[in-house]
């Protein structure tokens, strides 16, 4: 069945960076987009980052673009979510995932970021 376990995330002051990961499997890892979404609480869940099947095109939010570099490594069947610049308003847990609403997804990690 699909598995993403995410990790990497953590708590960092404001400025900082976390570098997430994810690594996939029970599927063929390499024949999808993948996604990466967040939630803070209280919030909807939103859409953070896509990256194409070959790694060579991704896609922001407008409130992470310039901060965040979304990568993947298809011998790794792993993603990997670079953020840099980091502020309060990213505090959430994030998924990695198989679909942009986030049917398939992973447990999350939690990046809480102190100002």
């Known amino acids: 069945q699909v598995q993403l376990v995410e990790s990497g995330g953590g708590l960092v002051q404001s400025g900082g960076s976390l570098r997430l990961s994810c690594l996939a499997s029970?599927?063929?890892?390499?024949?999808?987009?993948m996604y990466w979404l967040r939630q803070a609480p209280g919030k909807e869940i939103e859409w953070v980052a896509s990256?194409?099947?070959?790694?060579?095109?991704?896609y922001y939010a407008d409130s992470v673009k310039g901060r965040f570099t979304f990568t993947r490594d298809n011998a790794k069947d792993t993603l990997h979510l670079q953020m840099d610049s980091l502020k309060s308003d990213d505090s959430a847990v994030y998924y990695c995932a198989r679909d942009s609403a986030g049917e398939r997804r992973g447990q999350g990690t939690q990046v809480t970021v102190s100002s």
């Open positions: 990256i194409n099947q070959q790694g060579d095109t991704a």
């Open positions: 029970g599927f063929p890892f390499n024949a999808y987009w």
